[in-house]
């Protein structure tokens, strides 16, 4: 194995610790994409079975099972609460030349994970491009350094 498989196998476990025992997050494991997907799917279809199997509080009934996404985004809003960017951030600086400069750089250009997988996907598996996109889509922000290990971080092998 390379220097840099230890290395972002390395990042990885670091990250799943700090998310896990640090920040008090439960790290679902997969497989890869489809079983990622599924357990998406079940998750919804856990959090539906929930919300239809309460009562409404208000005195008006409605037919709607969870919140509308305003409301839902009012309660998030709560400044002790941490969003799915600020898990992110978090997760970014674990990376090697990942500052809190970096990883707002990424966030404000990709503020999940996943909407960066999906940046790369586009780019049709050439790593190259792959691992200098964040360089070149920051203007030199982000180095290729860190632009490569983030690359690592979500794709790695």
Same mark, same amino acid.
């Given at each position: 194995?390379?220097?840099?498989?230890?290395?972002?196998? +390395?990042?990885?476990?670091?990250?799943?610790?700090?998310? +896990?025992?640090?920040e008090?997050?439960?790290?679902?494991?997969?497989?890869?994409?489809?079983?990622?997907?599924?357990?998406?799917?079940y998750?919804?279809?856990?959090?539906?079975q929930?919300?239809?199997?309460?009562?409404?509080e208000?005195?008006?009934?409605?037919?709607?099972?969870?919140?509308p996404?305003?409301?839902?985004?009012?309660r998030?809003?709560?400044?002790d609460?941490m969003?799915v960017?600020?898990?992110?951030?978090?997760?970014?600086?674990?990376?090697?030349?990942?500052?809190?400069?970096?990883?707002?750089?990424?966030?404000?250009?990709?503020?999940?994970?996943l909407?960066?997988a999906?940046?790369?996907?586009?780019?049709?598996?050439?790593?190259g491009?792959? +691992?200098?996109?964040l360089k070149?889509q920051s203007?030199?922000?982000?180095?290729?350094?860190?632009?490569?290990?983030?690359?690592q971080?979500?794709?790695g092998?």
């Amino acid at each position: 194995m390379k220097t840099s498989d230890w290395e972002s196998i +390395e990042t990885y476990w670091q990250g799943c610790f700090t998310t +896990e025992i640090l920040e008090g997050f439960d790290v679902q494991r997969t497989s890869g994409l489809a079983d990622t997907l599924r357990k998406y799917g079940y998750l919804t279809q856990s959090i539906v079975q929930y919300y239809t199997s309460l009562e409404p509080e208000d005195e008006v009934r409605s037919p709607k099972v969870c919140p509308p996404f305003t409301d839902f985004i009012k309660r998030c809003q709560d400044s002790d609460k941490m969003t799915v960017s600020d898990v992110f951030a978090t997760q970014l600086m674990q990376v090697p030349q990942v500052t809190e400069d970096v990883a707002i750089a990424v966030l404000d250009l990709y503020p999940t994970l996943l909407s960066l997988a999906r940046a790369y996907i586009l780019l049709d598996g050439d790593v190259g491009a792959q +691992e200098e996109m964040l360089k070149k889509q920051s203007n030199n922000v982000i180095s290729g350094a860190a632009s490569r290990n983030i690359f690592q971080l979500v794709w790695g092998s």
